[in-house]
């Protein structure tokens, strides 16, 4: 006799972990199929956490190098174990991949290894090695995830021309590393390299790096990633990677000009996008609907065109990011038990974990242009935050846009240092429907970088005391 379940959650990333915790802790009765062999998805095994494990080593090792003698700490002979930082990466990744199967025995969710086949609407099929397993489920959760994208023409073979997983784990520092495409995967994984020390040339489609960002930020941004060292060529179509014995030669044409140029390198890093994947699914012969974009179609409740099975994460419309999928899983998990689960899509904050960083939530200017709202602008440097500048890390700002009538914040954008951890209290001030008179008017502890914050809220009223 096949087991029978609640939920089924096909998928065990943040979005599908999440939703089989939350699930199971409103009493359903849970299972969760992975095929990775982990779980934690692309984020846990090859995404957030070990690209951000090897952006705070190679901060180390660049401030080691760098910057510690001008705080009076005399260093000599700093060298790089490449070998070791990736074990201290890995370490981490294989320490949160097992906290999540704990978190399965805890919660009492059933973890199910191998792929995942929808066979009707209610039957799942899972294969794993020679084995095929049926199980049968009230409800289905689709949480697939994404995976890299490549350009026409351009093979990723994961050791010369690498995705993002490859450049996670290269054996040796490239010479000449070049990453196409000026995201915030193709810039984070461009600094850990630049600061191991490659020379990175970032070669972007459009004429701004971080398409989406307000555009007032990502000129400073990239001001800023200039000055570290990192070359681009913006407003650039990149028509062809040739591997030769020795080197690649990545050939790129202007769009405006139209003049070619090539780059010789020995590393080309492909961080072009990610698509929703849902390859082998069955998805066409149960009648699950996507859409143009190759992403499983959902209503407001994540139903999908079949209402009893549900689809949340990457695979969804929205923005690939984990924080965003796990909100969705909970929200599924908080329908299906009967309560009424909710993702509020205009307060997703979005962070790059680059050096300073850049966190970003809500609209940007361009954003309030098009769509013709009044607008005021508070803006605070950290070059005037006494925190900052004690730390030698003054450079960036905060802004925060205010609705020119009722004052309510409508988007806060920041680079500058810690701003990834800053930005969750404008989260939260956004969801309670603040306006920058509420944030000025709040006591921030002296002397940390959450000043800036207070201060730009004050600018709005163009009352700032530091400044
Ligand atoms: C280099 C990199 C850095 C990133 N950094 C960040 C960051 O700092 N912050 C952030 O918020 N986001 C980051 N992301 C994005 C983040 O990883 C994704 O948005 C997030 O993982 C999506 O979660 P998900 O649950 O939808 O899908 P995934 O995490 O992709 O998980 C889907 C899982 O489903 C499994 N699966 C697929 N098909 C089947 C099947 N048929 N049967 C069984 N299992 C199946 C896959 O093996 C996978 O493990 C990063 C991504 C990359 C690539």
Same mark, same amino acid.
């Given at each position: 006799m096949e087991e029978k379940f609640?939920?089924?959650?096909?998928?065990?990333?943040?979005?599908? +972990?999440? !939703?089989?915790?939350?699930?199971?802790? *409103?009493?359903?009765?849970?299972? !969760? $199929?992975?095929?990775?062999?982990?779980?934690?998805?692309? !984020?846990? /095994?090859?995404? !957030?956490?070990?690209?951000?494990? *090897?952006?705070?080593?190679?901060?180390?090792?660049?401030?080691?190098?760098?910057?510690?003698n001008n705080l009076g700490i005399e260093t000599s002979n700093i060298k790089l174990n490449l070998k070791k930082m990736m074990i201290n990466k890995m370490k981490s990744v294989q320490i949160l991949t097992k906290g999540v199967e704990f978190l399965f025995k805890k919660n009492k969710v059933s973890y199910i290894k191998g792929k995942g086949v929808l066979f009707s609407k209610n039957d799942v099929v899972v294969y794993q090695d020679d084995k095929k397993t049926s199980y049968k489920s009230k409800n289905i959760v689709i949480a697939t995830g994404s995976s890299s994208v490549s350009l026409a023409g351009i093979n990723i073979d994961e050791k010369n021309i690498v995705s993002s997983t490859g450049a996670l784990s290269l054996e040796e520092v490239p010479k000449n590393l070049v990453v196409i495409g000026g995201g915030y995967i193709g810039l984070e994984m461009g600094s850990v390299w630049a600061r191991l020390g490659s020379k990175v040339t970032v070669i972007e489609y459009l004429d701004h790096i971080t398409p989406g960002m307000d555009r007032e930020i990502s000129k400073e941004f990239q001001k800023i990633l200039t000055?570290?060292?990192?070359?681009?060529?913006?407003?650039?179509?990149?028509?062809?990677?040739?591997?030769?014995?020795?080197?690649?030669?990545?050939?790129? #044409?202007?769009?405006? #000009?139209?003049?070619?140029?090539?780059?010789?390198?020995?590393?080309?890093?492909?961080?072009?996008?990610?698509?929703? +994947?849902?390859?082998?699914?069955?998805?066409?012969?149960?009648?699950?609907?996507?859409?143009?974009?190759?992403?499983?179609? #959902?209503?407001?409740?994540f139903q999908t065109s079949i209402s009893n099975i549900f689809a949340i994460g990457d695979v969804i419309k929205g923005p690939m990011l984990a924080h965003k999928a796990g909100e969705e899983g909970i929200a599924v998990a908080e329908i299906l038990a009967g309560q009424s689960g909710h993702v /509020?899509?205009?307060? $997703?904050?979005?962070?790059?974990? #680059?050096?300073?960083?850049?966190?970003?939530?809500?609209?940007?200017?361009?954003?309030?242009?098009?769509?013709?709202? /009044? +607008?005021?602008?508070?803006?605070?440097?950290?070059?005037?935050?006494?925190?900052?500048?004690?730390?030698?890390?003054?450079?960036?700002?905060?802004?925060? *846009?205010?609705?020119?009538?009722?004052?309510?914040v409508l988007g806060v954008h920041i680079i500058g240092p810690h701003c990834g951890d800053m930005i969750a209290e404008m989260v939260l001030a956004m969801e309670f429907g603040a306006s920058s008179e509420d944030i000025a008017r709040t006591c921030h502890a002296h002397p940390t970088h959450t000043e800036a914050i207070k201060e730009a809220a004050l600018a709005v009223d163009k009352r700032p005391i530091h400044f």
């Open positions: 609640d939920l089924i959650v096909i998928g065990g990333g943040p979005g599908g +972990y999440v !939703c089989a915790i939350r699930a199971a802790q *409103l009493g359903l009765k849970t299972a !969760c $199929i992975e095929s990775r062999g982990t779980l934690g998805g692309t !984020c846990l /095994n090859v995404g !957030c956490i070990p690209s951000k494990s *090897l952006l705070n080593s190679s901060e180390f090792y660049h401030k080691a190098k760098n910057n510690f000055k570290q060292g990192i070359k681009f060529k913006l407003n650039n179509k990149v028509t062809a990677v040739k591997n030769l014995k020795d080197k690649l030669i990545v050939e790129f #044409t202007d769009n405006k #000009t139209k003049r070619k140029e090539s780059i010789d390198c020995d590393k080309v890093l492909v961080s072009v996008g990610r698509k929703p +994947y849902t390859e082998g699914l069955n998805l066409l012969k149960i009648g699950v609907k996507k859409d143009e974009k190759g992403r499983i179609e #959902t209503n407001k409740k /509020n899509y205009d307060v $997703i904050p979005g962070v790059i974990y #680059t050096s300073p960083e850049v966190a970003t939530v809500g609209k940007t200017e361009e954003q309030l242009k098009d769509s013709n709202i /009044n +607008y005021k602008i508070g803006k605070f440097p950290f070059l005037a935050n006494s925190r900052a500048k004690v730390n030698n890390e003054s450079e960036g700002f905060v802004k925060i *846009l205010a609705d020119s009538k009722t004052d309510k």
